[in-house]
């Protein structure tokens, strides 16, 4: 059984802060991960993506990557209450992609 | 990023009645679909994935007779809730994938339809 699991929070930070998403995943031989956010009653949107090991930035957000551990993040910077919403990890291997349970993340002003 | 646009956004049907929705990518070809239902305040869950041209693989609990998929087309997939009941009502989402880019290819997803049944 492909499992990815994150922490369903709530997350809770102060606006301007950094906020940590954590996801990890069983299945080793997972290619590509990906971050989405989900607005309550609207459907994911990609944030990001990452395929190697590292991390990966993209303005307020970086994605990092550790295949050894099987654990993915993202890093939210300046965290700003717009940011509150649920975070999906997705794990994906050839056509299979998989999503966490999600974690909801709230910005407090 | 490409758009993928999901049909009815909202439907309210009478219990015993079936309901079709509809999965389009408008941009690309998405060899690969998937469905998803969710409840309030729970994650994503994945119904079946349905490649073009073949028969849609179901998850783990959910009644392929009761949830009929259709991919006849790289542009369309259709779920078909047949004999819906108060416990159908649910989001349904649907994503898409250009699977020709193998497993680097990310998911668009659509608007999502809130289906309530009564």
């Known amino acids: 059984q492909k499992e990815v699991e994150q922490n369903s929070g709530p997350l809770s930070v102060p606006e301007g802060a950094i906020a940590s998403l954590n996801c990890t995943y069983s299945?080793?031989?997972?290619?590509?991960f990906f971050w989405y956010r989900q607005y309550s009653g609207k459907s994911p949107e990609l944030i990001m993506f990452?395929?190697?090991?590292g991390d990966k930035e993209d303005g307020r957000f970086t994605a990092q990557l550790n295949k050894a551990s099987q654990y993915v993040s993202l890093l939210i910077r300046d965290s700003q209450p717009s940011d509150s919403a649920t975070y999906l990890c997705?794990?994906?291997?050839?056509?299979?992609?998989?999503f966490g349970a999600g974690t909801r993340l709230t910005v407090k002003p | 990023g490409a758009v993928v646009s999901q049909h009815p956004s909202r439907v309210i049907c009478k219990s015993g009645t079936s309901v079709k929705i509809e999965c389009r990518s408008l941009?690309?070809?998405?060899?690969?679909m998937f469905w998803y239902r969710q409840f309030p305040k729970q994650s994503l869950m994945l119904m079946a994935t349905?490649?073009?041209?073949?028969?849609?693989?179901?998850e783990q609990g959910v009644e392929k007779d009761k949830f009929l998929i259709n991919h006849a087309s790289l542009t369309l997939s259709t779920l078909t809730v047949t004999s819906a009941h108060p416990e159908d009502s649910s989001f349904y989402i649907c994503?898409?994938?250009?699977?020709?880019?193998?497993?680097?290819?990310?998911?668009?997803f659509g608007q999502g339809t809130r289906l309530t049944v009564v």
């Open positions: 994503s898409a994938r250009v699977s020709i880019r193998g497993s680097d290819a990310e998911a668009f």
């Open positions: 299945d080793r031989g997972s290619q590509s």
């Open positions: 990452i395929y190697s090991n």
């Open positions: 997705a794990v994906a291997y050839n056509n299979d992609m998989r």
């Open positions: 941009d690309f070809q998405a060899t690969t």
């Open positions: 349905s490649n073009e041209g073949s028969k849609a693989t179901y």
